[in-house]
């Protein structure tokens, strides 16, 4: 069972964006700038899409950005592409220094 | 490029061990932290805990304290996750990963292991 919270599944249309949440508590997300967004394509390992909160890796797209407010952080995805279609993650640090994930999100594309 | 690549599939009995093994390559094998990441067939993300190829220091979280081990042989740049005491909740894709600092996001990640556990 996840301590994070994230919703199961969200849908979109094309060249929509949509937002993503992920929430925690002051002792994981709230208290450190350590979120982090994978992507998972089924059958595939995940990947980085967004660390420390708001930071892109290079070759990720710009149409994917993070954000953080209080507890809660967010992904969203803007001009939603087939290609997007995918399971999203999210992990934080914790206090007691280990690493938490979310239960996943299903992106749709409509 | 930085590499890591996992042992192949492997199916126990209940109450059996399984051992699967990271190779890295690409880098210098004792200066990144890996960690252990596991994903039953269709459920999440769970973290296993991490190994300092330099030294061996460990870290597991609590849930699985007792029943995870890793270990790490420097002359082949290999880590390994020993899980014993299997039972089929075990059964999952078992991930290798790393981002090279203690808790830097995980930029890159082996293949997956599949571990089946059944009677």
């Known amino acids: 069972q996840s301590a994070l919270t994230q919703p199961a599944s969200v849908s979109g249309s094309p060249g929509q964006s949509i937002t993503i949440s992920c929430t925690g508590t002051?002792?994981?997300?709230?208290?450190?700038?350590?979120v982090s967004w994978y992507l998972q394509h089924p059958g595939k390992a995940p990947k980085l899409m967004i660390h420390?909160?708001?930071k892109r890796p290079s070759g990720v797209s710009n149409r994917f950005s993070g954000s953080k407010s209080g507890n809660t952080a967010s992904l969203t995805i803007s001009g939603l592409q087939a290609e997007d279609e995918a399971y999203y993650y999210c992990?934080?640090?914790?206090?007691?220094?280990?690493?938490?994930f979310g239960p996943g999100t299903k992106v749709t594309v409509l | 490029q930085v590499q890591l690549l996992q042992s192949g599939a492997e199916v126990k009995t209940p109450g059996a061990s399984v051992k699967v093994s990271c190779r890295a390559s690409?880098?210098?094998?004792?200066?990144?932290?890996i960690h252990w990441v596991r994903q039953a067939p269709g459920q999440g993300l769970e973290w296993m805990g991490v190994?300092?190829?330099?030294?061996?220091?460990?870290k597991y979280p609590q849930i699985f304290q007792g029943r995870v081990t890793m270990t790490r042989d420097t002359s082949t740049s290999t880590v390994y996750m020993e899980l014993s005491s299997l039972r089929s909740e075990d059964t999952a894709v078992y991930y290798c990963?790393?981002?090279?600092?203690?808790?830097?996001?995980?930029?890159?990640w082996g293949q997956g292991t599949m571990v089946t556990v059944s009677s």
């Open positions: 420390e909160v708001t």
């Open positions: 190994i300092y190829p330099s030294g061996g220091s460990t």
């Open positions: 990963a790393t981002g090279g600092g203690l808790w830097m996001p995980f930029d890159i």
């Open positions: 002051s002792s994981d997300v709230g208290g450190y700038n350590s």
């Open positions: 992990s934080s640090y914790t206090s007691s220094s280990t690493l938490v």
């Open positions: 690409g880098y210098t094998f004792n200066s990144y932290y």
